[in-house]
């Protein structure tokens, strides 16, 4: 069973920086992308960030180009989400989501989600 827990989440003041994790379990790294999407109360789903192993991409919104990085602990079966020079418009819950195959930029394509963890970037 695939499942995916998020942690990190919280508040921080703009131009702050968090670090978001995602343990995985259920599957490895070798056959699945993983990354993280956000969706606001009254918003539309957002792909911010996705990465595959096997085929060594990454993807970026555009939004949060330049700002974030994600990285994976293959040891741990964990991904990070570094977030930097946060901004209010980051404000979000951050969901950990997961696909069978590679790396794909459409949020919806992610079949697997965690609970989430909210992020508020605000003074």
């Known amino acids: 069973e695939v499942q995916l827990v998020e942690s990190g989440g919280g508040l921080v003041q703009p131009g702050g920086s968090l670090r978001l994790s995602c343990a995985a379990s259920?599957?490895?790294?070798?056959?699945?992308?993983i990354g993280w999407v956000r969706q606001a109360p009254g918003m539309e789903r957002e792909g911010v960030s996705f990465?595959?192993?096997?085929?060594?991409?990454?993807y970026y919104g555009p939004s949060v180009k330049g700002r974030f990085t994600i990285t994976l602990d293959t040891a741990e079966n964990t991904a990070f989400l570094q977030m930097n020079s946060l901004e209010p418009e980051d404000t979000s819950i951050y969901y950990c989501?997961?696909?069978?195959?590679?790396?794909?930029?459409?949020?919806?394509?992610?079949?697997?989600r965690g609970q989430g963890t909210p992020v508020t970037v605000s003074s």
């Open positions: 989501v997961a696909k069978g195959g590679h790396l794909g930029g459409d949020p919806e394509a992610y079949v697997y």
């Open positions: 990465i595959d192993k096997r085929y060594r991409r990454t």
């Open positions: 259920g599957f490895t790294f070798d056959d699945y992308a």
